[in-house]
């Protein structure tokens, strides 16, 4: 039955076209920017590649380190937070009856269904001054008002004499949130899978055991979930690490990521070559995250966890 | 063993409705002290659910459930004084074998050398002794069970609830378990509640056996009193092999009961105390080893017999089971037989007419 696997040119005729796809696509692209990383700008348009390494050394410098840092830091925040939000939802999805769970979870994936763009802009409707989060606060503002004034302490003031809207754009917070919106799924999708595939009676012995709901959680749940947190945490970051559309539209002058310095490098600036040095560190940055999962991955396997 | 002395555990009225569904229907018992306590019924009938509910992962319906005197209502599963082997084991599959042992004691706030020497001490109960380094998958099937069961003794708990914690195990495996099983049991002195299917494991295990069907208990005895006297056809039948006769109480004669069944040529006989009225429709159960085969009708009078065809023979090793012809109007009779000589020299074989005979002493005449 399973002869064609052995047959040469079954091998071959299926897994050329794939592999030609690839090279031709993206491996010689790749090149092509990685050797232009080592080039020098020669008058407006032209690149001569000399094997210098002044693009590297530039990159290096105390302003692109700290946006370098920041987009670190905001990656990392990202999937903290998605983490933290994800695990009950994810937790609550399994849990649900599986009338349910199908529904729970393509609200999950609904937000795929529409591009990006609209819905950062969304979002922006969302935090605006004049958006539906202030509105909300508004009126929470006005009904504690109006229950202090039936309590007969309208004219103290006590929640201040004039509403304040929250600044909550173009801001560093309005870039977490924006990021943790856009790739919560890619957080909630891997937790559910290894939470689903969690036997219930481990969690049962553990409390039959002794151990209280939030023990068993940390002993029991969460151990069993890692793969699925580290699956969720890789997904989450790196692409976190290289977004330019959130925090372009929802950032402030400070907010900028590395990934918005480099597009400014491949147009605005049109500086490619040391673009493509930024790029490429950005690229090593991720390989760098998923070899701390493969490590991390091995102890966990060395450990006999599933 | 049975020593039924103070109830360890009062189930009273104990109902558990999922939706409109009795998985659980007004239970009623008590365990005592240090029994070995089975729970057998066919699947579905609500053994794990009862357990569960025990185990406080259920909550009941209805009822009241009492553990060594106390009411367990409100009372969470991790409060509770008792401890489960579940049916899956339910191993951490990453945490070491003396990881999981110890687990209980840890999160209770026992210091680590005394979770140390108790978790050690656990395991060569069950004599894992030299398994404490060991993860769950370097494990067999039977030796995962032992930590499941070394796991949930080590906290000393009042009852051990086991749910049907040898169903995984091959053939020969199980057997062997068995019997360490009551001998830990023993050692201990735990009271045991197992779960099972399985009405061998439940007899030779078991102080008493509650048969449960439909989410009821139909009859609650020591396991030789269950197989002898069972109360109804259902535990009649689910309890060991067979040959149910269909029948009319004729007469009740000094606690002789006549039973005239349609197909056979005599009423069978039956000395019994407790008699369904005369003229009530019932049935006589009569296991297949205490029928005799024979050439000649039996000498006796007072014997119930009735001459038949062999029609079928069943070879189990070390008994045959002969399937007679007695009536064209009645199922097969099954008679089992020692092999006690070879199975080239049997005595009867097919198409051979015989004599089947029993004494009044053999089965009971039900009228469920
Ligand atoms: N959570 C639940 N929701 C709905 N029905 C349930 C639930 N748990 C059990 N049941 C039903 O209750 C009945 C009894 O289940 P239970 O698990 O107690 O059976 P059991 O006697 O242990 O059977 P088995 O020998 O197959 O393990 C079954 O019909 C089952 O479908
Ligand atoms: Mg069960």
Redesign the pocket.
């Given at each position: 039955m399973e002869d064609w696997r052995r047959t040469p040119l079954v091998f071959w005729v299926t897994s050329l076209p794939p592999t030609l796809w690839l090279v031709v696509f993206f491996l010689i692209p790749l090149a092509l920017v990685w050797v232009m990383s080592f080039g020098e700008l020669d008058g407006l348009i032209d690149i001569k590649i000399t094997g210098t390494l002044a693009n590297y050394a530039r990159a290096l410098d105390p302003l692109y380190l700290e946006v370098f840092g920041k987009s670190l830091v905001f990656a990392g925040f990202t999937t903290v937070i998605s983490l933290l939000v994800g695990f009950p939802v994810a937790l609550a999805i399994v849990f649900a009856s599986p009338r349910w769970r199908p529904i729970l979870l393509l609200l999950v994936i609904l937000p795929f269904w529409t591009n990006l763009l609209i819905r950062t802009y969304a979002l922006i409707a969302v935090l605006r001054v004049r958006g539906f989060a202030n509105f909300s606060l508004e009126w929470l503002w006005d009904q504690g008002n109006t229950v202090l004034a039936l309590m007969g302490l309208g004219s103290y003031q006590l929640l201040g004499d004039r509403f304040e809207p929250l600044e909550l754009l173009y801001n560093n917070t309005a870039v977490v949130i924006g990021l943790v919106y856009v790739h919560m799924p890619f957080m909630i999708l891997p937790l559910y899978a290894a939470l689903e595939r969690l036997d219930r009676s481990l969690i049962e012995a553990a409390l039959d055991l002794g151990a209280s709901q939030f023990r068993a959680f940390l002993t029991v749940v969460v151990p069993l979930a890692l793969p699925g947190i580290i699956s969720g945490g890789i997904l989450v970051f790196i692409p976190a690490l290289g977004s330019f559309l959130t925090p372009d539209l929802l950032g402030g002058t400070d907010s900028q990521m590395i990934a918005n310095v480099i597009e400014r490098q491949f147009k605005g600036a049109n500086d490619w070559p040391f673009g493509a040095a930024l790029s490429f560190l950005l690229m090593y940055l991720t390989f760098a995250a998923l070899t701390v999962r493969a490590l991390v991955n091995r102890r966990a396997e060395r450990r006999g966890g599933a | 063993m049975s020593t039924e002395t103070t109830p360890i555990v009062e189930i009273n009225g104990v109902s558990k409705r999922?939706g409109s569904?009795a998985?659980v229907d007004n239970v009623t018992l008590s365990i005592g002290q240090g029994e070995f306590f089975a729970l057998l019924?066919p699947?579905?009938?609500?053994?794990?659910?009862?357990l569960r509910m025990l185990a406080g992962l259920e909550l009941p319906t209805e009822g009241r459930l009492i553990i060594d005197g106390q009411d367990m209502s409100g009372v969470p599963a991790n409060q509770r004084p008792v401890n489960m082997v579940f049916?899956s084991y339910a191993v951490f599959p990453h945490m070491s074998v003396l990881d999981n042992v110890g687990y209980g004691l840890k999160v209770s706030g026992v210091q680590r050398p005394e979770i140390r020497e108790r978790a050690q001490e656990a395991l060569a109960l069950v004599k894992l002794g030299d398994f404490g380094q060991r993860m769950p998958d370097q494990l067999s099937g039977g030796q995962r069970q032992r930590v499941a069961l070394a796991r949930a003794l080590v906290k000393r708990p009042k009852v051990l609830l086991l749910d049907?914690p040898l169903s995984a195990l091959d053939a020969k495996l199980r057997e062997q378990m068995r019997l360490e099983l009551v001998n830990l049991q023993e050692t201990v002195g735990i009271t045991f509640v197992i779960?099972t299917?399985d009405q061998d494991e439940a007899l030779s295990m078991a102080s008493r056996i509650a048969v449960?069907e439909a989410g009821q208990v139909r009859q609650l005895a020591p396991p030789a009193e269950l197989y002898e006297f069972p109360k109804t056809r259902f535990v009649a039948d689910f309890i060991g092999s067979v040959n149910m006769f269909e029948g009319r109480v004729e007469a009740v004669e000094k606690d002789v009961i006549r039973l005239a069944c349609p197909g056979l040529e005599r009423p069978i006989e039956v000395e019994q105390t407790d008699t369904p009225p005369v003229g009530a429709t019932a049935w006589a159960a009569l296991r297949p080893e205490k029928i005799e085969i024979s050439k000649e009708p039996p000498s006796d009078p007072t014997e119930n017999a009735t001459p038949g065809r062999i029609e079928e023979i069943t070879y189990l090793g070390e008994v045959s089971i002969y399937h007679v012809r007695v009536s064209e109007a009645l199922p097969l009779v099954k008679v089992a037989m020692a092999n006690v000589d070879r199975v080239t020299r049997r005595p009867f074989t097919w198409e051979d007419e015989v004599y089947l005979s029993w004494t009044r002493q053999c089965g009971v005449v039900l009228d469920r």
């Open positions: - | 999922f569904f998985a019924g699947s579905g009938c609500g053994k794990t659910t009862l049916q049907e779960v299917h449960m």
